[in-house]
C-alpha cells in the first residue's frame, strides 16, 4: 500500500520564513523600545538637572554690584514640558515593551495600536524637542531684535546639560520613526 503523505516541498516550507522574519522583527522592536526607554529617561534626567547658579551684575548699578542668580529647568514651560513629554513616552516605551515580550503571537489589532500610537508619540517627542531646542537656542544666541540677552555666556553648565537633553531626545524621535516604521511594516506583512 502506497503513502498519501508526501514529502515537504520549497513551496510547503515557505511559510516558515515569514516566521523567522517576524520573530527577528519582534526581537527588533524590544531592542529598540529599551533603547527608547533609555533615552527617554536620560534626556528627562539631564533636563531635570539642569541647574547653575552664577552671580550677575545687575543693569543699572556699578559692574561691582553682582547679585546671584539661578537658572533652572522649571523657570521655562517649554522645559517642563519637555520633562513631561520625555517621561510620558518612557512610561509608553515600558508598556509597548512588556506588551511586545508577552504577546508571543502579534495580532493585527495590536499591531495597528502600535503603529498608530507610535506615530502618536513621534509627534509628542518631536515637538517637546522643538520647544525646548528654541528655548535653548534664544539662550544661546539671544534675539537683539527683541532685546532678549543670551545667558549661555553666564550659564555654561546649564547650558550644557540643556543642549545635551535635546540632543538625546532627537535621537528618540529617530528611534520612535524607525519603531513607527518597523511597526507599519509588520503590519503590511501580516494583512497581505
Known amino acids: 500500500m502506497e503513502s498519501t503523505d508526501k514529502p515537504a516541498t520549497a513551496t510547503e516550507a515557505a511559510p516558515l520564513q515569514p516566521a523567522a522574519t517576524a520573530a527577528e ?7 529598540l523600545r529599551v533603547l527608547l526607554f533609555a533615552a527617554c529617561v536620560s534626556a528627562a534626567v539631564v533636563m531635570g538637572t539642569a541647574k547653575q547658579t552664577e552671580m550677575v ?5 556699578p559692574p561691582t ?23 510620558v513616552t518612557g512610561l509608553y516605551s ?14 493585527k489589532t495590536i499591531l495597528l495600536a502600535f503603529a498608530l500610537f507610535d506615530v502618536v508619540f513621534v509627534g509628542i517627542v518631536a515637538s517637546a524637542t522643538g520647544a ?3 528655548v535653548a537656542y534664544i539662550g544661546l544666541r539671544g534675539n537683539n531684535h527683541v532685546r532678549w540677552n543670551k545667558i549661555c555666556n553666564v550659564y555654561h ?3 550644557r546639560h540643556i543642549g545635551s537633553a535635546v540632543a538625546v531626545s532627537l535621537f528618540a524621535a529617530g528611534l520612535l520613526v524607525l519603531l513607527s516604521m518597523i511597526s507599519t511594516f509588520t503590519l503590511y506583512k501580516k494583512i497581505r
Open 25 to 31: 522583527y519582534s526581537a527588533l522592536q524590544v531592542g
Open 57 to 61: 551684575s545687575v543693569p543699572g548699578f
Open 65 to 87: 554690584v553682582r547679585v546671584p542668580f539661578t537658572a533652572k529647568y522649571s523657570h521655562s514651560p517649554a522645559f517642563i514640558y519637555f520633562i513631561a513629554a520625555m517621561s
Open 94 to 107: 515600558i508598556i509597548t515593551t512588556l506588551a511586545s515580550i508577552s504577546v508571543s503571537r502579534k495580532t
Open 132 to 134: 525646548a531646542g528654541g
Open 157 to 159: 553648565k546649564f547650558c
